[in-house]
């Protein structure tokens, strides 16, 4: 450069015939360590642009030399690169010495630091004369890897990792790929060419096909090797053949008539009691009851085909002995099972009893367990109160379910231990209590309650394991068992449960002598099932806990009516997993809980409140008070949160007697210092913290090693089978709201002969003459009409006058007066064929009345 102005010196000049766009692949230098430039035909050198592969600059270039028909190509080497300067230094020098002159040489090497370049000594020049084909060679290796990695790409994502790409494995032989299409279950299509990997395979596509259409299929052939389906419906032309192609190795389509000649009738022929059965298997298992009507209707909704209500009735038979055989096999893996629930819950109790049966085979006993998760919560966040109850297991295996269920601090069910055996007696409820002693360190249960019916074996292991405990009955179960001894006594119910409700002993005396007073027998009856056990003045205050029933035991069974018709293992995971699902849900409904106490705590005060304005205190001794209610005095001691009533006592939550303290002196006492830590939310949500842990499934559960089991025998029963039915409520129970009034309490008698407790079916005096059944009673007082229509299903028409009858009363009746009989219908005259009638109208003063004569 000169005077500002830009030359070329030195360098050798190509002329390249190459489309644009292949410039760099043309070149026939190397192109590492070259900084290349361009310009057009009629630019001067200071308009030269750099030039790069895929810029902006070279799509220009390319664009420009569609009209000039040619580009000026410049390189010039980088100066950072040392080994490119020495190569065309020793070019230079080459070209300088077949010439023979020495002064173009150094004149060449002024220029060259004109230029701003550096010179090597001499023998740097000679080095590099030796050197440079070496040094040409590994820059054009160089090169052959910058062009590889300038043309790498992502590689693609196999998402069928059993097709394997293409590798050096395959390099030396043709690879001939399969040009047909597999069957992809679900599509419920067919075509030519189509692949199958077993001729059951395409026994399932045909299926899915018929259904999914709504065609009427049938098979026509049917084999190992081809098979072949037809339309049911004669003259269709609808066909499809299946054979094994030696080629690939797998069961091909190679006829397929598509196309339906006829129209669908709502038949399938291949829709059989099997495909029936595998449809609804799943449903089965989790309803035994469904009715193969139901069964008939879904399939016609779901494919617009109706199969016959015998399909559906033997389908599902069929699936009910498929599932009865699944009771048995599950027996094999209880020991599987214990070890999978231990290794996931350490810590935990899982045991399985067996015995040897008459045979001399080891049969299942009994099953317990009871996850640590749980068994530490109780321990250390719940009251120390809970209830035992069983259940019978629906299943084919029978059983009891023995189950312990806690309370948290919200008064809700919080279950932790459970037990399987075949017999709920003495023996099963020792060993059940045993485990519920050592897992909860119960000791002789002195500090404890527990809630319980009157069930004989489970009195006897409570009192011999847990003497010291407190031991509550059901007051449900006693009331039951009364209300059957003494039927027809309305006011029983009232009375029985004020004594139960009873906080203190004052008031159980008084309504006790009132139920002696209403019915003696009923008295002697409950006081021979020892009243203190189920009466809530003899409760202990320990536990903050003022039930007197099994309730809470007999909702949880209530939840687990599903699972208790499964098999075991099945009933098992299900109670477990539902255990864990209330678990998790109650987790985030105490994280979003803000109060300071349970959603129970607000409920009980909000109910107390309601009578707190009738209420008067008198104020005593610091922290003592005095409140009037209803003529008596309660004393309220504040400072030990107790009262004369003793409901805040038994619940920990305050009473009304409290809560009007709490009223007439807002400034020194508040409701929330006075309830019982038992309800704190923060207590709530330590409750709700752990949880059980997940466990395997049975694909991944190790064996044992141990000798497997066999179900337990079970007594064949003669006759129609039962299918399994929720409780049958007692006498006693409530019966659901919005039912027909029963007649239950009536005595039956024999039309015939007149006696009691049986009907005229049964009657065992076939020689007494028939005795006409009396007529009911009105239940109208005098004077009153019967508001029922008269018809086939009111009440019965009066009995019909004569024709004489009717005048005369018509006389009678005055232009003022109604009418007093009620006229005949044309249609009761019309039974008597010897009669005729005709109509004509009364005189001007008689309105409305009507007369009739004999023709």
């Known amino acids: 450069m000169s005077d500002d102005t830009l030359v070329y010196n030195g360098g050798s000049g190509h002329e390249l015939l190459t489309q644009p766009r292949s410039l760099f692949q043309g070149l026939p230098v190397s192109l590492y360590g070259q900084r290349i430039w361009y310009k057009l035909p009629f630019e001067d050198l200071k308009e030269l642009r750099i030039l790069c592969e895929g810029t902006e600059n070279f799509e220009r270039m390319c664009e420009a030399a569609k009209w000039t028909r040619m580009i000026e190509i410049y390189m010039e080497k980088d100066e950072d690169c040392e080994g490119d300067h020495g190569n065309e230094e020793g070019r230079n020098d080459d070209q300088n010495m077949e010439r023979g002159a020495d002064q173009v040489e150094q004149r060449g090497r002024d220029d060259n630091n004109e230029d701003g370049r550096d010179n090597n000594t001499d023998d740097g020049r000679d080095q590099d004369r030796e050197d440079g084909r070496e040094v040409y060679e590994m820059c054009e290796e160089e090169a052959q890897v910058e062009e590889v990695v300038a043309k790498f790409f992502e590689e693609e994502e196999n998402d069928d990792y059993q097709r394997t790409p293409t590798t050096s494995d395959n390099e030396g032989r043709k690879i001939q790929r399969c040009p047909y299409d597999r069957w992809v279950r679900g599509s419920g299509e067919l075509k030519i060419k189509q692949v199958f990997e077993s001729v059951k395979e395409f026994r399932e596509a045909v299926i899915e096909y018929a259904l999914k259409g709504g065609w009427n299929i049938r098979f026509n052939r049917w084999g190992a090797v081809k098979s072949e389906a037809l339309c049911g419906i004669e003259k269709c032309s609808w066909r499809v053949y299946c054979s094994y192609e030696d080629s690939i190795a797998m069961w091909m389509i190679k006829t397929f008539q598509e196309n339906h000649t006829c129209f669908k009738d709502g038949r399938c022929k291949i829709l059989s009691q099997q495909v029936i059965c595998d449809m609804f298997i799943h449903e089965l298992r989790n309803d035994p009851l469904l009715k193969p009507v139901i069964m008939q209707q879904r399939i016609h909704d779901r494919y617009d085909v109706a199969p016959s209500h015998n399909q559906c009735r033997k389908a599902k038979k069929k699936a009910l002995e498929l599932i009865e055989e699944e009771f048995k096999e599950q027996y094999s893996r209880m020991k599987d099972y214990r070890d999978e629930l231990k290794a996931r819950n350490p810590h935990s109790t899982v045991e399985v009893r067996t015995e040897i049966n008459a045979v001399g085979v080891e049969v299942f006993d009994s099953f317990y367990m009871c996850f640590s998760g749980l068994r530490d919560t109780w321990k250390g966040h719940c009251r120390p109160i809970f209830g035992i109850d069983g259940c019978f297991l629906k299943s084919n295996s029978k059983g009891q379910l023995l189950a312990a269920v806690g309370r948290d601090a919200n008064n809700q069910i919080y279950p932790f231990a459970w037990a399987v055996v075949q017999v709920e007696n003495s023996e099963s409820w020792l060993w059940f209590i045993r485990h519920l002693k050592n897992d909860l360190g119960l000791g002789n249960g002195e500090g404890f309650t527990v809630i319980s019916d009157r069930q004989k074996g489970l009195l006897f292991a409570v009192n011999q394991e847990l003497p010291e405990i407190e031991h509550r009955m059901c007051a449900r179960h006693i009331y039951g068992n009364i209300r059957k001894d003494h039927p027809r006594k309305p006011q029983l119910k009232t009375k029985f449960w004020r004594v139960v409700d009873s906080f203190n002993e004052e008031d159980y005396e008084i309504n006790l002598a009132q139920l002696k007073k209403y019915d003696s027998d009923i008295y002697e009856a409950f006081m021979s099932r020892n009243p203190r056990n189920c009466s ?80 008067r205190t008198i104020a005593s001794r610091p922290g003592l008070f005095e409140v009037m209610d209803n003529g008596q005095s309660h004393k309220v001691n504040m400072k030990e949160k107790t009262c004369r009533c003793r409901k805040w006592d038994l619940t920990g939550i305050p009473c009304r007697h409290a809560l009007r303290v709490v009223f007439d002196n807002p400034k020194t006492y508040k409701k929330e210092d006075l309830v019982s830590d038992w309800y704190l939310t923060t207590k709530w949500q330590d409750q709700y913290i752990d949880s059980i842990g997940p466990v395997n499934g049975m694909k991944f559960w190790r064996t044992s090693g141990e000798t497997t089991l066999e179900a337990p025998d079970t007594e064949v029963q003669k006759g129609r089978k039962k299918n399994p039915q929720k409780r049958i409520k007692g006498v006693n129970e409530s019966p659901k709201k919005g039912k027909k009034a029963t007649n239950h309490g009536r005595d039956m008698h024999c039309y015939r002969c007149g006696l009691a407790d049986h009907n005229a079916y049964k009657c065992p005096n076939s020689g007494v003459p028939f005795k006409p059944r009396p007529p009911k009673k009105s239940k109208l007082a005098d004077g009153m009409e019967d508001p029922r229509p008269v018809g086939k299903k009111g009440r019965k028409p009066k009995k019909k006058k004569t024709v004489t009858e009717v005048v005369e009363s018509q006389d009678l009746a005055g232009p003022s007066q109604p009418t007093q009989t009620s006229t005949p219908e044309f249609g009761e005259w019309d039974r008597k064929p010897q009669m005729k009638h005709k109509t004509g109208y009364s005189e001007p003063g008689r309105v409305g009345s009507k007369q009739f004569a004999i023709t």
């Open 536 to 615: 809530r003045a003899f409760f202990k205050t320990d536990s903050c806990c003022e039930d007197a029933l099994n309730n809470f035991s007999e909702s949880y069974n209530n939840t687990l009516e599903k699972a208790r018709a499964m098999p075991l293992i099945q009933s098992l995971e299900t109670m477990r997993r539902q255990t864990m699902m209330r678990i998790a849900m109650r987790r985030k409904m105490t994280q979003k809980h803000k109060a300071t106490h349970s959603l129970k705590v607000a409920l009980v005060i909000a109910e107390e409140e309601k009578a707190v304005k009738h209420l």
